[in-house]
């Protein structure tokens, strides 16, 4: 099998940032998964005894608290630092900034609409900063029942599909007085997005690697499957169903945000195993 990984993909500059503090921080728990790898975070817990709790308020004086990559909810954070709980914060930089320009723009009496999914952990803490409230949605459809005050402001979950997000302010600009469009997405994704698009459409079989819960793996998948119809979304090499390759030759691979090295590793060397048929 002819195996191309694509020019960008896997860990990005925030994952690896994360997990350099929870390296550096021996026996702290974060509140929530740090990042969206049930694997590398297990890693974590056997080499750095870095703990995880779903709950905030099981932390006692003088834990050590890690805010994970994605966020959280803005009264939850002021109730850790309140409580004497040493805080470490590892929300990625291009999560802040969506915090920021939500909170800004909210008490500017802008109406904020966040184009991403409510329940994933960086929305419901993006959400959290507009102080008149905010409402997510996922498709122009969705908009097309709501009614908005003349000034909107619009941002985008960091990994969303950019040409989703001009949807929707193409939807809106014509609509409304003032839209201000915030381009939140970050680069980590452009970058992993374009390089999926082209390897996909030069490869028989697409593997898309990473956690079933991870959004920017699903877009990395969603994007290659447009191009590529034989596009699997694998969390490791356990899922690979070896079928998938017959009458194949060129098999392309990407990897989400928060995808390990060693995983992706351990994928190609199962399917360097399978012959190359001219
Ligand atoms: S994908 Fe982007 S926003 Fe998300 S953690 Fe990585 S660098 Fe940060």
Redesign the pocket.
């Known amino acids: 099998m002819k195996i191309e990984l694509a020019e960008n993909y896997g860990f990005?500059?925030?994952?690896k940032r994360?997990i350099k503090i929870a390296e550096e921080n021996e026996n702290a728990s974060t509140y929530g998964p740090l990042?969206h790898n049930s694997k590398e975070i297990n890693r974590l817990s056997k080499d750095f005894k870095v703990g995880l709790t779903e709950n905030y308020k099981t932390f006692k004086v003088g834990d050590t608290a890690i805010v994970r990559?994605?966020g959280i909810v803005k009264d939850e954070l002021a109730d850790l630092h309140k409580d004497g709980i040493n805080v470490i914060d590892a929300t990625?930089?291009?999560?802040t900034k969506p915090q920021e320009i939500t909170q800004e723009m909210s008490e500017a009496g802008y109406d904020v609409i966040i184009f991403g999914d409510e329940t994933h952990p960086?929305i419901k803490g993006v959400k959290s900063y507009a102080t008149n409230g905010a409402r997510v949605v996922t498709s122009v459809h969705e908009l097309k029942s709501m009614k908005f005050k003349d000034s909107i402001a619009l941002i985008a979950q960091?990994?969303r599909k950019v040409e989703d997000y001009m949807a929707i302010a193409n939807y809106l600009i014509p609509r409304y007085k003032e839209v201000r469009v915030f381009n939140t997405i970050?680069?980590?994704?452009f970058e992993n997005q374009d390089a999926v698009r082209k390897i996909a459409q030069k490869s028989d079989v697409m593997l898309i690697i990473g956690g079933k819960n991870s959004s920017?793996t699903k877009e990395l998948f969603n994007i290659s499957s447009d191009d590529c119809k034989d596009s699997y979304h694998i969390e490791d090499e356990n899922d690979i169903d070896y079928s998938w390759f017959n009458e194949k030759k060129a098999c392309g691979i990407s990897a989400g945000?928060?995808t390990p090295d060693w995983i992706i590793q351990n994928v190609i060397h199962s399917i360097e195993k399978i012959p190359y048929k001219l």
Request: proline residues 5%.
């Open positions: 990005c500059f925030g994952v994360a990042i990559t994605h990625c930089p291009y999560v960086e960091t990994t970050c680069n980590a994704t920017n945000a928060s």
